[in-house]
């Protein structure tokens, strides 16, 4: 196809480096997207429908008008349903350009407007979602244009439909432009609409209005939500369907934030207390679940001491039943709770906190695992060692991987904000997150035990040197009392990798040295290419960070890290040369010039050379840093 004319292009499946040059060459073509786009060939006219969009801001006026917009009329009433789908993307940066040009009440944005209101009537709901997508994105470029009233009368006409399907994409399509229809309507025409779809006859069009009942709120005024819209979203908390009640229990904490605070505590406290003694277990594991957040958005502490009780007094009537959506949403709730509580309301807290974290419900324990971060910052240090962190530690060897998971996650914001003289303590139990039921007995997961039939077959061999650098790994890693074993699930082993580079920011480098340093290099002699990458980029910011520190222990992790990089650049196995690369280009994207070390630039001329395509192409990334050039004079 290299040399074809525009009139036969042809579209491979898997098109070289000259052929995808002349399909981006013809997809930025005016006169190949008007030919393409009504082809007789399906996958033929996709790509250069989606092309549309992205070519609109480049293109003069008067195409757009006299020719995309023709177009775009045509399309959104194809019989298929992926292309209505796929023009749907051209009609915001369309609706932008008329705007600009024109001005939002020119009838070419109206015919623009109409074609997005087609999407959201049709049959299809993948076109419906992307219709929506289009109507909101239109009508954030003409606020106050009269065209945007055939939008309200679309959203009243679904509305009133009786098909069930239509009266959700309705109330849908008036949560996303209400902020602009209300400049039309009004605050209360807008309030007496939602009124109508409270007393649907459909518990899902209730359960709907509910669930998007915060989105209303925002674009009405404080005094507007207080005296037309709560009274709405009190008449769905007594709603005759339990699912309906549960979503108003999920958007209360967001209601309350939206009232003036001096309402919250008196005009939702009464409704919260009610949906958690709900005869749903659901509704009242949802309430319980929103127990914390809503007591952060009460202003006044005057209540903190009553609101504890009653939130212990919840738990310990459920501690000894089997009943875990209760426990768990009390989960969910504490540290929304503690933060309120503060130092002063822990010991309220206290026994109630052990007894969850060691809940023999998995669920409970994530939980608390990945919210231990949010405990650090109201609590004093002696709280913090007696009662927080030997949690944590626990949940690092818990036997649940999903547990780990939780700590691992947030873990680099957990030390960062624990006191200094507690991340040692911390530091040294990483290895129990990576640590399985059994020690590394049977089969390696590290790259040391795969044996490749050649370099292009993306498995790897152990050389006596890497069998060195590995041991030397394992050493200093011995003295620091980490064991490296590995867990079976690699997205564990990830998420712990991406929480190394960011601490080196805060901890102590004699930490980095002993603690940080041997768990990277471990993994990045994983054997899943994902953990590798991850944990090669944090060493990356692990040397961007050394060469610009200064001290002694500084000074030796450069020249441990740049030893490293040496040697890595010149193993047999390929996929560790690919990782230097990996570890100099996160370098370089933080703000290093890798050139200005000679040992580093001479790595990169090196690995420039390789014999092997995807090392020289990860390495081709890294560039010199632009010199500046003074003006003349």
């Known amino acids: 196809m290299g040399s074809a004319p525009a009139g036969d292009l042809e579209l491979d499946v898997f098109p070289d480096r000259q052929e995808s040059l002349e399909i981006d060459e013809a997809l930025s073509s005016l006169e190949a997207i008007l030919k393409y786009s009504r082809s007789s060939l399906f996958l033929q006219r996709l790509p250069f429908i989606r092309a549309i969009g992205f070519e609109t801001p480049r293109l003069e006026f008067d195409a757009i008008s006299t020719q995309l917009v023709p177009l775009v009329e045509e399309l959104v009433r194809d019989p298929e349903d992926i292309i209505r789908d796929a023009v749907s993307d051209a009609l915001h940066p369309m609706g932008r350009a008329i705007c600009e040009h024109e001005g939002s009440n020119s009838p070419l944005f109206g015919r623009v407007l109409g074609c997005a209101l087609t999407l959201i009537k049709d049959h299809c709901d993948a076109v419906r979602d992307a219709g929506l997508d289009a109507c909101i994105g239109v009508a954030m470029c003409a606020k106050g244009s009269s065209d945007l009233e055939q939008m309200g009368q679309t959203a009243d006409s679904l509305l009133a439909s009786d098909e069930l399907a239509d009266r959700l994409w309705g109330l849908r399509l008036l ?10 309507w009004g605050e209360s025409e807008t309030c007496q609409r939602l009124c109508k779809v409270g007393a649907d006859a459909s518990h899902d069009v209730r359960k709907e209005l509910a669930m998007q009942f915060p989105t209303f709120c925002t674009c009405l005024s404080a005094e507007s939500v207080l005296q037309w819209a709560l009274p709405i979203f009190q008449t769905l908390t007594h709603d005759t369907v339990w699912s309906v009640r549960q979503a108003t229990a999920d958007v209360l904490p967001a209601i309350s934030n939206l009232l003036p605070p001096s309402s919250r505590h008196t005009s939702l406290l009464p409704t919260l207390n009610r949906l958690r003694e709900d005869l749903s277990t659901w509704v009242k594991a949802s309430a319980l679940m929103s127990f914390g957040p809503f007591l952060t958005t009460l202003e006044t502490q005057s209540l903190v001491p009553e609101l504890l009780e009653e939130f212990c007094k919840v738990i310990s009537e459920h501690c000894g039943l089997s009943d875990d959506a209760v426990l768990l949403s009390c989960a969910h709730a504490f540290p929304g709770v503690a933060l ?12 109630l906190y052990l007894t969850m974290a060691g809940c023999k419900e998995e669920g409970v324990r994530r939980t608390l695992a990945c919210s231990a971060h949010e405990l650090v910052a109201p609590l004093d240090k002696e709280v913090l060692e007696e009662d927080v962190l030997p949690a944590v530690h626990s949940w690092m060897e818990d036997p649940s991987p999903a547990v780990r998971m939780g700590t691992a996650k947030y873990l680099g914001v957990l030390i960062q904000q624990l006191p200094q003289e507690l991340h040692e303590r911390c530091l040294s139990q990483i290895d129990n997150i990576l640590a399985p039921t059994f020690p590394r ?52 082993r990830r998420a712990v990798a991406s929480q190394l580079g960011p601490m080196v920011e805060f ?25 590798r990458e991850e944990a090669g980029a944090q060493l990356g910011r692990f040397l961007w960070f050394s060469l610009n520190r200064e001290g002694e222990v500084w000074g ?31 370098a370089q994207e933080i703000g290093m010039d890798v050139f200005s070390e000679q040992e580093l630039a001479a790595v990169v001329e090196a690995l420039r050379g390789d014999a092997v395509v995807d090392v020289r192409l990860r390495v081709g990334g890294i560039m010199p840093a632009p010199r500046s050039v003074s003006p003349p004079g």
Do not use: N
Not at 460 to 475: L, R
């Open 340 to 351: 309120k509580a503060g130092a002063q309301g822990w010991s309220s807290l206290r026994g």
């Open 175 to 184: 949560a996303g432009v209400l902020d602009v229809m209300v400049e039309l």
């Open 441 to 492: 007995a049977g089969p390696r997961t590290s790259l040391e035990d795969r044996r490749p039939t050649s370099p292009s077959s993306h498995e790897s061999f152990a050389t006596a040197e890497e069998a060195e650098a590995e041991a030397d790994a394992e050493g200093a890693a011995s003295s620091s009392g980490m064991r490296f074993f590995h867990s079976g699930d690699w997205r564990l």
């Open 556 to 586: 030796q992790l450069r020249e441990q890290l740049i030893g490293m990089i040496k040697k890595l650049s010149t193993s047999e196995r390929f996929e560790l040369r690919c990782l230097t690369s990996v570890v100099l280009m996160r």
């Open 507 to 531: 901890v102590h480098p004699e930490l980095v040295r002993q603690y940080l340093l041997p768990c990277a290099l471990q993994l990045c002699s994983d054997c899943v290419v994902a953990v």
